[in-house]
């Protein structure tokens, strides 16, 4: 485990990701959109011929120029030029304050001579914080051992983009239940409606928990993300609408089915959020 | 119908052939390319037809106690699809057949014509 404070051990480099996605100042917007789009990321550090550091384009440059129509525009009359960077031997504790004092949501990383060498977001650091904490492993805590019916608590800690394990609360839930001897069809409920649910946080949150309760009447879930946060509730909830990227679709989410079919999987559901910081769901699916 | 009936109507290839299939029997089918319809609409002893190949399919048939799986239209899954599929003991099949012609196929041999279901491709 960590001392007391485990970022000011950490550097930048063990948390970067490198083979960073750049653009040249004068290709346009339009070209800068797509390769936002096409490789799921919200922005790029544009960079001369010597792979130096000479701006930095956002998605909401590209909102801006959308808006403006001026889509055709060299990415160099868009960008940002004052961009903040930050170096490989550097401490995460300062990309940190950089975020935290800008609003930032990554930081180009440079060498000495102003090469990008990779870029840092936050959902770097948490990733690699909880796996530092072990954030990620599940626990499970069997409570009231002296009564019949036992209860079971569950709790996952799912990442944002880590869909190489999403499923695993969903399926592991799905065992337990089976143990307990719970009915087919409620089993069956439940593992859809946390399947759903993880793949949401994965799809589009930074991370979540899911939360399994199992008392002797009913399967109580719930499922708490920190991301972007829902703008419109009722349109969320109807069926077909859908926020995901296309990299989402073609591994065949993001069709505006996952609420809908969480709440039709539920016999009570509740869902609130706050745009900006996070999404809560309460589901309860009774087991008489 | 039993798998091996399944594969025989399809002239589909056994990619998981450590795994014992043949005497797996399945009631209905769901053709699908989206995983949310999946969730949403598949029954149970069912037979998967579909067009992705990724891991997710087997995460998500796993939730629903899918049968086993065919891909459709001559795709194959990569070497770490199948060799998780037998880690979960499910049966992967493979046709070059169309996903309407493979549903088409065994719809009219009988599979599922008490229980309608989906074809949301």
Request: charged share 25%; hydrophobic share 40%; proline share 3%.
């Amino acid at each position: 485990m960590l001392n007391n404070n485990p970022q000011s051990k950490l550097r930048i480099e063990d948390m970067m990701t490198t083979g960073v996605i750049t653009v040249l100042p004068h290709m346009t917007m339009r070209q800068a959109k797509e390769t936002m789009r096409l490789k799921n990321i919200s922005g790029m550090p544009v960079i001369d011929h010597a792979n130096r550091l000479i701006g930095i384009v956002t998605v909401a440059d590209v909102i801006q120029a959308l808006d403006e129509q001026k889509l055709d525009l060299p990415i160099k009359e868009r960008m940002t030029t004052r961009v903040h960077s930050i170096k490989p031997y550097e401490s995460v504790n300062k990309a940190l304050a950089i975020f935290r004092q800008h609003g930032y949501g990554r930081l180009p990383v440079v060498d000495d001579q102003n090469r990008v060498v990779g870029i840092i977001t936050t959902n770097d650091i948490v990733k690699r914080l909880a796996k530092y904490l072990r954030l990620d492993e599940i626990e499970e805590i069997t409570d009231f051992p002296n009564k019949t019916v036992q209860n079971h608590t569950l709790s996952f800690n799912i990442k944002g983009g880590d869909f190489d394990r999403a499923g695993l609360a969903a399926s592991t839930i799905k065992k337990k239940l089976a143990e307990l001897g719970i009915s087919h069809d409620i089993i069956r409920r439940a593992a859809i409606a946390i399947y759903e649910a993880e793949m949401n946080i994965v799809i589009h949150a930074f991370e979540g928990q899911i939360w399994a309760h199992i008392s002797k009447d009913k399967l109580q879930i719930t499922v708490s993300d920190t991301g972007p946060g829902i703008e419109d509730i009722e349109q969320a909830m109807q069926v077909g609408f859908s926020t995901a990227t296309d990299q989402i679709r073609e591994l065949g989410f993001g069709a505006g089915m996952g609420l809908p079919n969480i709440k039709n999987s539920s016999d009570k559901f509740t869902i609130t959020s706050t745009p900006g910081k996070g999404t809560e769901l309460d589901i309860q699916i009774f087991l008489n | 119908m039993k798998l091996k009936t399944v594969q025989k109507l399809l002239e589909a290839k056994v990619l998981t052939e450590s795994l014992s299939w043949e005497d797996i029997d399945v009631m209905t089918a769901c053709g699908a390319d989206l995983m949310s319809d999946v969730l949403a609409f598949a029954r149970e002893k069912n037979l998967l037809l579909t067009g992705l190949i990724y891991p997710q399919v087997l995460r998500t048939s796993e939730v629903l106690d899918i049968k086993a799986i065919v891909f459709v239209r001559g795709k194959i899954p990569p070497k770490e699809v199948i060799a998780l599929a037998i880690e979960q003991k499910m049966p992967l099949l493979a046709t070059k057949l169309s996903m309407f012609e493979a549903c088409g196929r065994l719809y009219k041999e009988g599979l599922g014509q008490r229980e309608a279901n989906t074809d949301a491709e």
